[in-house]
């Protein structure tokens, strides 16, 4: 494991590092269709009755759920009067579509 902080770490490995993060908190089916539907409903986002709606899932569970994707930076939340809604951070997922694919089909350098 890399004992450095990630402070100190070349900016492209900062990034990779967030991406990971990101990607991390993606990688489970429900926050993936919650993310999904996020994209969707595009800048209006939804509100959490009815993403939990859309899924069928208690509310504990939906919670759970929102708070790994909040974490990795993916989604926002905003209280509107007595409503929670979700927004999709489309910053950070065209970055990260954008890191994975920047160089597509260039070859790589394998010179140290």
Same mark, same amino acid.
């Given at each position: 494991?890399?004992?450095?902080? #990630?402070?100190?770490?070349? &900016?492209?490995?900062?990034?990779?590092?967030?991406?990971? =993060?990101?990607?991390?908190?993606?990688?489970?089916? +429900?926050?993936?269709?919650? !993310?999904?539907?996020? !994209?969707?409903?595009?800048?209006?986002? *939804?509100? #959490?009755?009815?993403? $939990?709606?859309? *899924?069928?899932?208690?509310?504990? @569970?939906?919670?759970?759920? +929102?708070?790994?994707? !909040?974490? %990795?930076?993916? +989604? @926002?939340?905003?209280? $509107?009067?007595? +409503?929670?809604?979700?927004?999709?951070?489309? /910053?950070?997922?065209? %970055?990260? !579509?954008?890191? =994975? @694919? /920047?160089?597509?089909?260039?070859? #790589? /350098?394998? @010179? &140290?």
């Amino acid at each position: 494991m890399n004992s450095k902080p #990630v402070e100190n770490l070349h &900016p492209e490995i900062l990034q990779t590092e967030e991406a990971a =993060l990101a990607l991390s908190k993606l990688g489970h089916p +429900i926050r993936l269709r919650i !993310v999904q539907y996020l !994209v969707q409903a595009g800048e209006e986002g *939804l509100a #959490v009755g009815e993403i $939990q709606s859309l *899924l069928g899932i208690p509310g504990s @569970t939906l919670s759970h759920h +929102i708070s790994h994707l !909040v974490a %990795g930076g993916l +989604i @926002t939340q905003e209280r $509107q009067s007595r +409503i929670l809604r979700c927004f999709m951070n489309f /910053d950070k997922m065209n %970055g990260l !579509v954008t890191l =994975l @694919t /920047d160089k597509c089909c260039a070859g #790589v /350098d394998l @010179t &140290p």
